[in-house]
Nanobody, 124 residues
């Protein structure tokens, strides 16, 4: 199983980026998909999640209203559209997958597979 995250980079405050996470070795339609992030010197934290059926989404308060998680089951890919970026959004972003038999969760321990991360740097 691989979750390949990409789309990170350097952007100015107020700008936008779209992260992608392409899955291989699993079919994301059977998984809740989430994005987590780890800022320099901090613990990894939850950012966003979308249920396996697509009908339920969760967002961290810090990104609510600015980030949108979406999924394209046909492409086996999940996305994170990030708008209105702030310097405090600077982090390595990780995608993760949790089997649909579990409840969708914001907790890292609930996720079964993890991608390698993509770095987002927001300059002020």
């Amino acid at each position: 199983v691989q979750l390949q995250a990409c789309g990170g980079g350097l952007v100015q405050a107020g700008g936008s980026l779209r992260l992608s996470c392409a899955a291989s070795g699993l079919t994301i339609r059977s998984y809740h998909m989430g994005w987590f992030r780890q800022a320099p010197g901090k613990e990894r934290e939850f950012a966003a999640a979308r249920s396996w059926g697509g009908g339920t989404t969760y967002y961290a308060d810090s990104v609510k209203g600015r980030f949108i998680i979406s999924r394209d089951n046909a492409k086996n890919t999940v996305y994170l559209q990030m708008n209105g970026l702030k310097p405090e959004d600077t982090a390595v972003y990780y995608c993760a997958a949790a089997r649909f038999t579990k409840e969708i969760s914001t907790l890292q321990g609930n996720y079964d597979y993890w991608g390698q991360g993509t770095l987002v740097t927001v300059s002020s």
